[in-house]
């Protein structure tokens, strides 16, 4: 697990944690320009409870790292413009009070304090968020071991029930066969039901044909017996 020391030192660790912006709330509240998005090093310097010579002294010191990760100087033209956004989203009292840069202004984004925060050194603040960023990461650590070791346990069992179903391989082919032969005799003993039924049609047909016949005899006899009475 990395250390305080190594973040403070390895860039590519910080790359790692780069993304995890909500430690900074989770340390102290993070007061925003109106537009919700950027900070100026005033506000940096009141979050992380340093001067603004300190922050200005760290950016200048890691200024490709941290223009990486969002900031930006703005100047002339585009610096007036962002002056103007900010004083039409400004509500309340402090509109007055919004200090306009005359030559140039330093923006910071979330991701820029945090990456400020894996950098300043003499801090409360940055040191609390750093602590938060290694707790977390070690709590990810132990999750991802727990995964691991269910993950382990499952491939385990599922090593048993492989072994059992090669055990059951040859039976099941056995009832497969089986199944195989009832059915066989089933489509059989169909052929022989539906033969029978024609047969018992047939012989149904005699029957009545046979009924006719003794009907037209017994007809046939009485009026042989009328005729003989009279």
Partial sequence: MPTEVALLESPALRVEQM???EALDKVKNLVMLPDGIH???EEVARYFE??????KRLTDRHLQELTGNGMR????AELQSFHSDMLSLWDG???????QAATQLRLYTRRTVLNVAMLLRDSDIARSVRTHLLDAEEDLRASYDSLDRRVTRIEG????????????GPVLGRMSQRLDSLDRKLDVTHQVV?????RLTD???DVIRLDARMDDLAHRLRDLGRRRNG
């Fill in 19 to 21: 993304g995890r912006v």
């Fill in 203 to 205: 012989v149904s047909q």
């Fill in 93 to 99: 009292e402090g509109r007055e009070s919004y200090p």
């Fill in 50 to 55: 340093v001067s603004t010579a300190s922050v």
């Fill in 39 to 41: 900070l100026r090093t």
């Fill in 73 to 76: 100087v703005l100047r002339g």
């Fill in 157 to 168: 069992c599922l090593v048993g029930v492989g072994s059992a179903l090669q055990e059951l």
């Fill in 194 to 198: 539906g033969a029978i039924s024609i």
